[in-house]
């Protein structure tokens, strides 16, 4: 059974190249991939979450809002009682990398992060999570 | 025992937390499965219209799926939607993008969104799919939408399962509604022109009417536009009008009782297929492969 991932863009950030790419990178992993759309709230994506029964979301930003909103939908997603692998990505600073991981995620990846390192993240995610 | 049970209880109330639960206990293929639906089985419940939507890639299926659910949802209905798109073939993974068009509906603790990968199943619609709609049926919607992934053999099979069956077209189809004519055509009971908004989509909308008129049972024609809400409230007139025909009629019987017999069939496919490969060796002959395993299922058959 594939894992199901949902891919999600909180915040009023409209770019959404990268996330696709992720998207897609994943899916020719061999994940079930859901994609949001742009300009979501917090609480959008932890409805998605928890409709589709994702076992990893991936949160993506690339306004410099990551402080605010990843913290805020990592809470959200968990208030609902789940307990997905959520990964970071986007315009991160390393500095800012550290206080993510304090706050509620999983694993954060920088700009210049090869696709691959974040299905490997996802696979040994995988392996203490069967 | 004690959590199907509560599982159900908690379904019934209509929680979605739950919903999801129970949908993800099938996917998986959990151990508790079949007790859970034997005991879903034994609810009570009332039928709810199934809608199935089906049509080519582009044509607006989410578009419209996402109207439609932002209009009943504003008359205060309970709202679910199962929508599916293709696995791939290469990878075995999937791109569900169908909830992009309606996310802007959430958060919404009255309406109800899934999206599935068709896993590639040639007899089209999956046993998950099917039993989803029986689980959404016992936590009470209103309405139940099905997205199909495309056009292709599954769009026939949803004609034996949804209680009413909409085509959803867009206008510049010419080749395509020539290739539709000997198939989903002729079994759709809506025929929608989608993007009406579009220049030239009157002569898209006159060639298909003209075309609709020549059936057998001409089904109703709607022209919408999704992306400007026009005719909306006409598309779900004709189709709470086509399930109120039916139900008078006493076809939508006949449409849940094809529906349980096409569920048996496509669980016995799924529970076959591994058995089936294990019975094949390289260098036989293929239909005397065949051939021996089925006589062999039906010399147990007669002793069963």
């Known amino acids: 059974m594939g894992r199901k991932i949902v891919v999600a863009k909180p915040g009023l950030d409209g770019h959404d190249r990268q996330a696709k790419v992720i998207a897609r990178v994943l899916k020719d992993n061999g994940y079930d991939v859901v994609y949001t759309g742009i300009r979501q709230t917090p609480s959008q994506i932890a409805q998605t979450v928890l409709q589709e029964s994702a076992d990893v979301v991936v949160l993506n930003n690339l306004s410099g809002a990551h402080l605010e909103l990843f913290p805020e939908t990592a809470k959200r997603i968990r208030e609902l009682g789940l307990n997905p692998f959520i990964i970071g990505t986007g315009v991160i600073p390393p500095e800012d990398q550290e206080e993510l991981l304090k706050k509620g995620l999983d694993v954060v990846f920088g700009p210049g992060t090869p696709p691959q390192t974040i299905v490997e993240a996802i696979k040994q995610w995988e392996q203490t999570n069967p | 025992m004690g959590t199907n049970q509560s599982l159900i209880r908690a379904l019934r109330n209509g929680s979605q937390a739950d919903i999801a639960r129970a949908i993800t206990l099938i996917e998986k293929n959990d151990e508790n499965m079949s007790e859970f639906l034997k005991l879903l089985y034994e609810e009570d419940t009332t039928p709810v219209p199934l809608i199935g939507l089906t049509g080519f890639g582009g044509a607006g299926k989410s578009s419209l799926v996402g109207v439609l659910a932002e209009s009943l949802l504003k008359l205060g209905k309970r709202i679910g939607i199962m929508a599916v798109d293709p696995t791939s073939p290469k990878s075995g993974g999937a791109l569900l993008g169908d909830r992009i068009r309606l996310q802007h509906l959430f958060p919404n603790e009255n309406l109800f969104f899934r999206s599935f990968a068709n896993k590639g199943s040639l007899g089209g619609l999956s046993p998950l799919l099917m039993e989803s709609v029986k689980i959404l049926e016992v936590a009470g919607f209103d309405y139940i939408f099905l997205e199909t992934v495309g056009i292709g053999q599954s769009e026939v099979d949803i004609t034996h399962f949804a209680d009413v069956v909409v085509l959803v077209l867009s206008p510049g189809l010419g080749?395509?509604?020539?290739?539709?004519?000997?198939?989903?055509?002729?079994?759709?009971?809506?025929?929608?022109?989608?993007?009406?908004?579009?220049?030239?989509?009157?002569?898209?909308?006159?060639?298909?009417?003209?075309?609709?008129?020549?059936?057998?049972?001409?089904?109703?024609?709607?022209?919408?536009?999704?992306?400007?809400?026009?005719?909306?409230?006409?598309?779900?007139?004709?189709?709470?009008?086509?399930?109120?025909?039916?139900?008078?009629?006493?076809?939508?019987?006949?449409?849940?009782?094809?529906?349980?017999?096409?569920?048996?069939?496509?669980?016995?496919?799924?529970m076959l297929e591994p058995i089936l490969d294990q019975c094949y060796s390289e260098g036989e002959v293929p239909y005397i492969a065949a051939k021996t395993f089925v006589d062999s299922i039906g010399r147990c058959l007669n002793e069963y």
Not at chain 2, 195 to 212: F, I
């Open chain 2, 175 to 270: 080749d395509e509604i020539q290739f539709l004519k000997g198939g989903i055509m002729e079994i759709a009971d809506i025929l929608v022109m989608n993007k009406m908004d579009m220049p030239s989509a009157n002569v898209s909308l006159a060639a298909l009417e003209a075309y609709a008129r020549l059936l057998d049972e001409p089904p109703k024609v709607v022209p919408v536009s999704a992306i400007e809400r026009r005719n909306i409230d006409v598309l779900l007139f004709e189709i709470n009008d086509c399930y109120g025909r039916k139900q008078e009629s006493h076809e939508l019987e006949q449409i849940r009782k094809q529906r349980n017999r096409a569920l048996y069939h496509s669980w016995m496919m799924q």
